[in-house]
């Protein structure tokens, strides 16, 4: 789906784990690796009643955490490209993978297709400078050209990383794994329209001071602002 942009959630995005003090012989709790993440599309189709899928997702995710999944999420859409929701959880490893999915009922099946078009993405956590829920997150996509080494495509992700990770004062950054796509994900926050407004003339001028004339062989870009409802 053009323009899809997962999220990640998106969005946006819990990824330490602190551990507090425990008297002798108390079980210590389960450290979060978060080091991967499980990314859903699900378009609103026309004439259908938005919160109505909203609901059904918030069920989805909350089954999805029942099974072993980490810090589930929804967002919705506000401005950019497709008309949906995004949802996203958290694993730790492809062992954490197979533990939840390997049962007798597949994590997250719902009974009715209340969406439109649906994809999921499975991405590694590269960066995990985002540590706060903000009300609001903005997702960026690219893919690089295909003359690229994935190397070159890695090292040109991360630069442009860095501007977003320093205008906003911490994004989070995943990278394909499995998928219909090979791209990069981008997950910033925000806590209102004032502040996104600030962070965006810091970002425009780290892209015109350092970005605007490099070579970064970009083949697709595209934003999502994005509104948390979970």
């Not at 919160?51 to 995710?61: E, G, P, R």
């Amino acid at each position: 789906m053009k323009n899809l942009l997962i999220i990640l959630a998106f969005i946006s995005l819990t990824f330490s784990a602190t551990a507090a003090h425990h008297e002798e012989g108390e079980a210590s709790p389960k450290v979060k690796g978060n080091n991967f993440a499980y990314l859903s599309s699900y378009t609103i189709p026309a004439g259908s009643n938005p919160a109505i899928l909203a609901k059904s997702l918030k069920k989805s995710i909350a089954s999805l955490e029942s099974s072993g999944f980490n810090d589930c999420g929804l967002l919705r859409h506000q401005f950019g490209g497709d008309r949906a929701f995004y949802t996203y959880c958290y694993f730790d490893s492809w062992e954490h993978f197979g533990e939840i999915n390997d049962t007798d009922e597949p994590a997250g099946r719902e009974a009715r297709q209340l969406h439109g078009n649906h994809s999921d993405h499975l991405v590694a956590v590269v960066e995990a400078n985002l540590t706060k829920l903000t009300p609001y997150v903005v997702m960026a996509r690219y893919t690089f050209g295909p003359y690229l080494t994935d190397n070159e495509k890695r090292a040109n992700a991360s630069t442009i990383f860095s501007a977003y990770d320093s205008a906003f004062g911490g994004c989070n950054m995943m990278e394909h794994f499995w998928g219909p796509e090979q791209a990069w994900y981008f997950v910033c926050g925000y806590e209102s329209y004032a502040d996104f407004g600030a962070k965006v003339a810091a970002v425009s001028v780290i892209h015109e001071n350092e970005l605007a004339d490099m070579k970064l062989d970009v083949l697709e870009h595209s934003d999502e602002l994005m509104i948390r409802i979970k």
